[in-house]
């Protein structure tokens, strides 16, 4: 899998043009996209400079639990940690509450902050969710549950930005629904919503 980093890239699905790859797209196998075809022929138009993101396997293979269970602890996951990387390639780590919608995590924020100005220079993320977990001191070792998912930042707006509003009063407010939705009417302007489209995801447990 690579990222476009300057240049220009075209995709072809036989023979046939279907999308212009600019700067800072995704090239490669996504499983998550399998209404598409699996494989297609990239075409470059121009000079172009791509950077390879190596998608390691898990060590401990034993310890891997089916996509089905990683994204059933995504759903109820309290919160999560997102990784971005600043302006001068160091990385910045932040925990913050979400929600898990049509394959894709939705979290919001204040309207600024250093996140953002992040994901305004690299859109490509990491993001950690961790479920139960149990310290084991006599066998020196934990029990736990995590799913780890790689993805690209986008800024999402009017109907998208109050689905995803509504989806984390649903997960974190259950009971204080009509509460919940006046509050969103009355502050959704003075708060930015944001969805990670996962390209990668993983799971992992010791049970």
């Known amino acids: 899998m690579f990222v476009v980093l300057e240049g220009q890239a075209e995709v072809r699905v036989n023979g046939k ?31 172009t400079r791509l ?9 401990r293979k034993d310890r891997a639990i089916p996509k089905e269970e990683a994204i ?4 109820k996951a309290e919160y999560g940690v997102l990784s971005t990387v600043t302006e001068d390639g160091k990385p910045y780590g932040v925990p913050l509450n979400f929600c898990f919608i049509d394959q894709c995590i939705y979290f919001h924020c204040a309207v600024e902050g250093r996140k953002i100005e992040n994901i305004k220079k690299n859109k ?54 009509d509460k919940g939705l006046e509050y969103i009417e009355a502050f959704i302007k003075k708060a930015r919503v944001f969805k990670i489209n996962i390209n990668q995801l993983s ?3 010791r049970r």
């Open 17 to 47: 043009p279907v999308a212009t790859l600019p700067e800072q797209s995704l090239v490669g196998e996504v499983e998550f996209l399998d209404t598409l075809p699996a494989s297609v022929e990239v075409v470059v138009l121009k000079e």
């Open 51 to 59: 950077i390879e993101l190596e998608m390691k396997e898990l060590r």
């Open 72 to 75: 059933a602890l995504l759903n």
């Open 124 to 177: 490509f993320v990491s993001f950690c969710a961790v479920g139960n977990t149990e310290v084991l001191p006599d066998k020196f070792a934990t029990r736990y549950e995590s799913v780890i998912v790689s993805g690209e930042v986008e800024e999402v707006f009017d109907i998208n930005k109050q689905i995803a509003l509504e989806g984390l009063l649903h997960k974190y407010s259950p009971e204080f629904i």
């Open 203 to 205: 799971g992992k447990a």
